[in-house]
């Protein structure tokens, strides 16, 4: 698992390997890497006693939390949100902390209250992540299609760059500066995306789209799409 905050990718730390190899002194490394000193010589003393397979990235995650709650308290905090009160009340009666108390019932997987009825305890509320991330088998099964409607911006700016009053002043009415009309096809298994900025959303125009779209996708190893979804759009129907 890569770190985000990662200075260097594998092929970086390879590349660090190299140039010490070649010579280069770490202070030279460092300085055409654009990274510390420290770094440099934490990457050669890995790969000095794990070889290449040592420049893998690994997971920041620690082996263990020796502050944890134990698994009873948990089971104690868990059972009491049977009652379904608030994590406050919770804390109250079984003394373990508020912020604790919200992070057993994330670990148990245990809904929020607004998601729940009050009467019945059951879950009522879609969640706003989804649960499973649906995924084609194979590139090509499906491509999704759509439009993004953005309106154009007029020469030197609009009101929000000189202020509504003397934008409203200054205002050519009789102007019409209109939209642009954003086409995208995504991939479904790879994400693969093609995107063009067109002058209309009309059914001749998303038919001309799509055909270069998979004409990009098949120069990218996607021959065919058997699948097309898009939504209920006048020039889609």
Not at 8 to 25: C, M, N, Q, S, Y
Not at 37 to 51: H, I, N, Q, S, T
Not at 110 to 127: C, E, F, Y
């Amino acid at each position: 698992m890569s770190h985000r905050n990662a200075r260097t990718t594998f092929e970086g730390r390879k590349l660090i390997v190299d140039r010490h190899r070649a010579g280069w002194p770490q202070a030279h490394i460092a300085a055409a890497m654009g990274v510390s000193r420290k770094c440099v010589k934490g990457w050669l003393d890995r790969f000095e006693a794990e070889g290449q397979d040592g420049l893998q990235d690994r997971s920041s995650r620690p082996h263990s939390m020796r502050l944890q709650t134990g698994p009873e308290t948990e089971d104690t905090v868990a059972a009491d949100r049977e009652h379904r009160q608030g994590r406050d009340l919770i804390a109250a009666r079984t003394g373990v902390p508020a912020r604790t108390v919200s992070r057993i019932l994330a670990r148990r997987g245990l809904p929020a209250l607004s998601m729940l009825d009050p009467i019945t305890g059951q879950v009522i509320r879609a969640s706003k992540v989804s649960a499973v991330r649906y995924e084609r088998d194979e590139p090509g099964d499906l491509v999704h299609m759509d439009v993004k409607k953005l309106g154009r911006i007029p020469g030197g700016g609009g009101w929000k760059a000189h202020g509504r009053a003397n934008r409203e002043a200054t205002k050519d009415r009789t102007l019409k500066i209109g939209f642009d009309y954003v086409h995208s096809l995504v991939d479904d298994h790879s994400r693969l995306a093609y995107t063009e900025v067109l002058a209309d959303e009309k059914g001749p125009t998303c038919a001309d789209f799509l055909e270069r779209a998979l004409n990009y996708f098949a120069d990218r190893g996607i021959p065919s799409a058997r699948q097309l979804m898009t939504d209920n759009a006048w020039a889609y129907t």
